[in-house]
């Protein structure tokens, strides 16, 4: 297992090498590594969090090391079969915890998820049902319509499995701009509902544009292959979506000034115990928070967010992926998911071709300027 990844390990390092050059000036007032990890322990609650990755290890079970002695995280992974399960805990099982869901009750629930799957699959391409629109594409797109699941929900924090509530300024922010496209002023909520103004590609989220979805990930209808690359100095991880690659540095490096924004953000990652641990920070106010849409979650732009991600091998092939969101100015308090990954060769990744003849976008516009043209207002 320690070494399905070495060929490309000399090649990640070397672009790793290149690409980071600039993240290792410290400038003053930048938090020392022991600073970092001490902050990211008091605001996330590592020890409930733990507490729950703890729980989802193999019984009997030794974690494997690369060849210079870290935890080996590496593999092609797949989060597929985690498509359909719902961000939050369904209201009907409220008050009960994951262990208390019965294997009848959660085999019900992902029958009754697999049928909803099928049922919405001609509107997953972008259509929208209650404009009349319906956009029918292959079949063979969907990774979603038979899948298996393994947990009732993904909200580890709080423990009631809710989002908390969103602050005043974020539910402003969510109206005046719609899934984070670019202009915010005079927006009216009927048209941030179905995604902001359409009159240029500055309008619209910065998915439609092929640029970047999220540095954070819930399963969808494709696009679920991800890839954990190591080195002693770095780890990258690929996702399939748009083709994004993060480098992370692992150690001390402190994070870049705050003046350097970025879609990705700023990522710095080491490692606790068994658990790599990465802190990013730096994004830029356009982007998405998460991607969420099937889950019903909207993404909410701002550059105050603070997002920390533990990776843990929880079995010869899984890898538990635990993600923290923490912005004062969007939730009233930080809150926690976590899905598995699971390793499997068959599901690599595929090229993301969005660019090439992205018509979807033209569209978007084209339409959007008719629907807007049919109320008592010109869009504009």
């Not at 870290?70 to 262990?99: C, H, Q």
């Not at 998820?113 to 929208?128: C, S």
């Not at 849409?293 to 997002?307: D, E, H, S, Y």
């Amino acid at each position: 297992m320690a070494h399905r990844n070495m060929r490309t390990i000399a090649a990640v390092a070397g672009a790793a090498s290149l690409v980071i050059v600039t993240s290792t000036v410290r400038l003053d007032g930048q938090e020392g590594a022991d600073q970092v990890r001490a902050r990211v322990a008091a605001m996330t609650g590592t020890a409930s969090i733990n507490a729950f990755i703890a729980s989802r290890v193999q019984k009997n079970w030794s974690q494997p090391k690369t060849p210079w002695g870290d935890p080996d995280i590496s593999g092609v992974f797949t989060t597929k079969d985690e498509a359909n399960t719902p961000l939050e805990r369904p209201d009907e099982w409220a008050g009960r915890r994951m262990e208390d869901i019965t294997p009848q009750e959660f085999a019900a629930a992902v029958a009754q998820r697999q049928q909803l799957a099928l049922e919405t699959a001609p509107f997953a391409g972008g259509g929208e049902p209650d404009l009349g629109i319906a956009i029918a594409v292959p079949i063979h797109w969907f990774d979603n319509l038979a899948a298996k699941n393994s947990r009732p929900w993904f909200v580890v924090d709080p423990i009631e499995g809710k989002i908390p509530a969103m602050t005043a300024e974020a539910t402003k922010r969510a109206q005046m701009v719609g899934f984070g496209g670019g202009s915010a002023d005079g927006v009216d909520p009927e048209t941030a509902r179905r995604g902001g103004r359409r009159d240029t590609y500055l309008d619209r989220y910065l998915g439609d544009r092929c640029i970047m979805f999220s540095v954070t990930h819930q399963p969808g209808i494709y696009g679920n292959s991800f890839q954990l690359l190591q080195t002693p100095t770095y780890v990258v991880l690929r996702y399939e979506m748009i083709h994004e690659a993060r480098l992370v540095p692992i150690g001390g490096r402190p994070h870049t000034s705050s003046s350097v924004n970025s879609y990705m953000g700023d990522s710095r990652g080491w490692w606790d115990g068994n658990t790599l641990v990465v802190e990013t920070t730096n994004f830029h106010e356009t982007a998405p928070y998460i991607v969420a849409f099937m889950a019903g979650v909207r993404p909410v732009p701002g550059k105050n967010l603070r997002v920390i991600e533990r990776f843990t091998r929880i079995a010869p092939d899984r890898v538990e992926w635990t993600v923290t969101l923490h912005d004062s100015t969007t939730w009233e308090r930080p809150w926690t998911y976590s899905l598995p990954m699971t390793e499997d060769n068959s599901q690599p990744i595929f090229e993301y071709a969005c660019h090439e003849g992205n018509y979807g976008l033209a569209n978007i516009l084209t339409a959007g300027q008719v629907v807007g043209n049919r109320g008592s207002e010109p869009s504009r």
